[in-house]
T-cell receptor, first 109, second 117 residues
Framework: GQNIDQPTEMTATEGAIVQINCTYQ??????LFWYQQHAGEAPTFLSY??LDGLEEKGRFSSFLSRSKGYSYLLLKELQMKDSASYLC??????????WGAGTKLIIKP | GAVVSQHPSWVICKSGTSVKIECRSL??????MFWYRQFPKQSLMLMAT?????????EQGVEKDKFLINHASLTLSTLTVTSAHPEDSSFYIC?????????????FGPGTRLTVL
């Protein structure tokens, strides 16, 4: 079967750095997405990785290792508004998005 | 930009009635639109994928006669929940892709919260 694993919940301090991991087992791979979802709202796009390596975009970076079936989202200089769920999603060989359950990130002052 | 709107943002209805949710791509043509359902504290669950002018492709376990999807134009898709029951209460989210087929980033609408009494 296809599976996306990410931690259920993480807690971090304002101003700090946090890394949210995602491991996947899918039938084929055509890219990995990270989305942010605030409670009661729809997801918003953060990043897309299709090749190995690190993609940096401001305070957020995303890393991919296809051989390990592993990705992480790195958030720097955490702000209270970063409190949200972070969803990892992988496109399989049929270009269908397989979604992880999401990681709820709690930021404390 | 790539803005997707949904209407209504929330709806409360009586059991047995039908509810229509609209999804529009406001500033681009969406060749493919996706409908998701999300229960509290759970991940997004893809219900169906629709391409303009053709029948929607439903995911396993999703009743196509209960969840009617119409993708009549490149900017509009509708989801009709027929004979709604309390267990259909959920957060329904649509997304749209600019490119044909399933490749490309999905842009999400703000979601519609359905409560069936």
């Amino acid at each position: 079967g296809q599976n996306i694993d990410q931690p259920t919940e993480m807690t971090a301090t304002e101003g700090a750095i946090v890394q949210i991991n995602c491991t996947y087992q899918t039938s084929g791979f055509n890219g990995l997405f990270w989305y942010q979802q605030h409670a009661g709202e729809a997801p918003t796009f953060l990043s897309y990785n299709v090749l190995d390596g690190l993609e940096e975009k401001g305070r957020f970076s995303s890393f991919l290792s296809r051989s390990k079936g592993y990705s992480y989202l790195l958030l720097k200089e955490l702000q209270m508004k970063d409190s949200a769920s972070y969803l990892c999603a992988v496109k399989d060989s049929n270009y269908q998005l397989i979604w992880g359950a999401g990681t709820k990130l709690i930021i404390k002052p | 930009g790539a803005v997707v709107s949904q209407h209504p943002s929330w709806v409360i209805c009586k059991s047995g009635t039908s509810v229509k949710i609209e999804c529009r791509s406001l500033d681009f043509q969406a060749t493919t639109m996706f409908w998701y359902r999300q229960f509290p504290k759970q991940s997004l669950m893809l219900m169906a994928t629709s391409n303009e002018g053709s029948k929607a492709t439903y995911e396993q376990g999703v009743e196509k006669d209960k969840f009617l999807i119409n993708h009549a134009s490149l900017t509009l898709s509708t989801l009709t929940v027929t004979s709604a029951h309390p267990e259909d209460s959920s957060f329904y989210i649509c997304s749209a892709s600019k490119l044909a087929g399933e490749s490309g980033e999905q842009f999400f609408g703000p979601g519609t919260r359905l409560t069936v009494l």
